[in-house]
Structures are given as C-alpha cells and as structure tokens.
C-alpha cells in the first residue's frame, strides 16, 4: 500500500521482534520508513485520516511491544531522516541517526560533549523522547533545539520547551523527532576516542553488553538505592519467567536466553515490583517504553 504521492510505502505486519534490541513483541499493524521531511507528513496525513495512532521507532533500545502485535503505524525514520551533518559547533542529526553514527562524525570534527552517549544504542530522536543519559550527562545538557513533527505541522523545540527532566520528556503520543540539533564544544579526537574507551570499559565491567536486553527496566527512585541495587538486594537476579532472566550481571537489565516473549519480561517486572514495594517500600516505575497495550498490573 502507498500513501500520498506513492512515494512511501506503508507495509503491513512487520515484526517488531526483528525491530527492538530485546528481540520480542509481535508485528507492527502498519510501518513505514520515512526518508524525507515530506515522506514523514504524508505518513502522518496517512495515518490521521485513518485514525490510526503513530508510534515512532528509533532503534528498539527502551522497547518492549505486545507478543499481540502493536495496532498502530510504527514510523522508523531512515535516509535524509537519518542523515547527520556537522555545521561550526553545531551537530545537525536526523532523528533517526544511530547515536554510535552522531558520536562518530562529532570525533571527526573535534566536538566534545556527547562522549556519554557511546553506550546508549539508540537514536537522536529515542535519545530526546527518552532525555536518555549516562555518566551525569543526558540529552537535556547537549541539545541546542529539536524539529517535532505531527499531523498538525513543524515546530522547533528546546529542551526547556519538551519539559525534559530525568528520562522523561513532555512529547505527546504521535510526535516524531525529525531532526536534533546538539551544541558541542571543541575538544581534540584523540582525547574523544580516550574517554569513550575508557567509558565502555566502565560499562562493560558493571553491565551484560553482550546480551538482549532492553537497558534500564526500571528509572532509579529518589533515595540511595538505584532500582538495580534494591531488585538485587531482593534476591532476584538470575530469577527466570520463560526464556527472560533478570541480569546476574545487573539486576535492572532482563535478558532474553532465547525465544522470551514480551510477557516473559512483563512477569519479571511484576515481581520486582512487589518484592521491591514489599521489602523496601518503594514502588519501582518502568523505564522501558510499553506498546501495543502492555501494562504492569498494580501492585496487590
Ligand atoms: C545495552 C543498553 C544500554 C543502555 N544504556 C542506557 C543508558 O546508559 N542511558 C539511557 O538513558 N538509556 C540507555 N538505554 C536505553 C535506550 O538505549 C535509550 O532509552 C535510547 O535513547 C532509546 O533510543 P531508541 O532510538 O532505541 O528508541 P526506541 O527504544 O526505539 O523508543 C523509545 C521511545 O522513544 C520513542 N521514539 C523513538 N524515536 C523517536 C522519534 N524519532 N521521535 C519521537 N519519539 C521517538 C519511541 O516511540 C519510544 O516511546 C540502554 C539500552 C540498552 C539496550
């Protein structure tokens, strides 16, 4: 099916498994992969005359989608959408470029600042909706302006502007990152290069790299303990519900062995949740982005 002019072509059940880092959920109803502005609007014109909700995709980093599939037009923006392009001090990116592809470009330049994104697997505009960061740093602290798209138009927005505080961004349901702009300050690529190994080697001594998970399950309460230390200090890590097992590298990852659904995940979440309420008194809240209708019942 096309929409528009017939430039996009808008396909039907295309699995989200294949889409996400963790590798589970069932088929998008539609999806689509817009490379230009125009292709975006026509996707969301598309959509709103059908009534017919819009999920962005970046790359399935903070996902999880219902094994029942995800009714809904899933965009996951590529081509001049995914472009990246250095202009002075400034890093213009799709909002669908590949974080690992912006950090790449910003060392060719000599741009310091979005060293703490190197282990952050997903894109710019996942990165805005998420206001994703590590090591002190997050979205929020590097990005200049965003262009925010939907069935009503363009808009340039700031940090400020988008309310982005601790992984969490004021973004509405169906509006799609096109393009970030980050502000970056000059710093030479040998050093770049340095901080970024040294931060990787960081990562991968505390957290499973190699394996399928989603990142952080849980966003840490407020208090000493971050959600990994109290889910490990409920005895859960290496707890399994099918082909899931919370990290018994990290106790907020859950990992897929092999063949998990999103339900596997949803059970291991279930049961942090109340050990954690029950033991410590504090009621974790997801991180990971739920589709297509997955919720975390309340705790009894
Ligand atoms: C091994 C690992 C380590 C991780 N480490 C960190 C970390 O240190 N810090 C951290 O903050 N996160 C971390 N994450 C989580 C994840 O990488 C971030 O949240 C990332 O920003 C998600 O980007 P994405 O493009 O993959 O978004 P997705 O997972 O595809 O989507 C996440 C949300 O963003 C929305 N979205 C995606 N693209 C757009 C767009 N263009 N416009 C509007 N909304 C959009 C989606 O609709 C969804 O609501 C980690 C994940 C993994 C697997």
Redesign the pocket.
Known sequence: MSAGDGTLEVREHVSLARH??FGAGGPARWYAEPATLSQLEEALHWAAERSVVV?????????LAHDDGVDALVLR?GGALAAVIVEGSLLVAG??AA?AVCLHHARRAGLGGFEFAC????????????????YGS?WASVMERALVVDAGGAAWRTPAGLDLTY?HSG?APG????VVEYRLTQRPPAEIRAHVAELNARRKAS???NRR????VFKNPPGELGAGRLIELCGLQGHRSGGAVISPRHAN?IENEGGALAADAVALMVEARRRARDQFGVMLEH?V?LLGGLELPAVE
């Open positions: 996400t880092t999920v962005p995709l970046g790359l399935g980093s903070n996902l923006l909002g669908g974080n282990a952050i697997p997903g894109t710019a505009g996942g990165g805005v909706r998420m206001n994703a960061g590590a997050d992984r973004l509006q799609v990152v096109a957290q499973p790299t998970t989603f990142g952080s990852f991180e982005v």
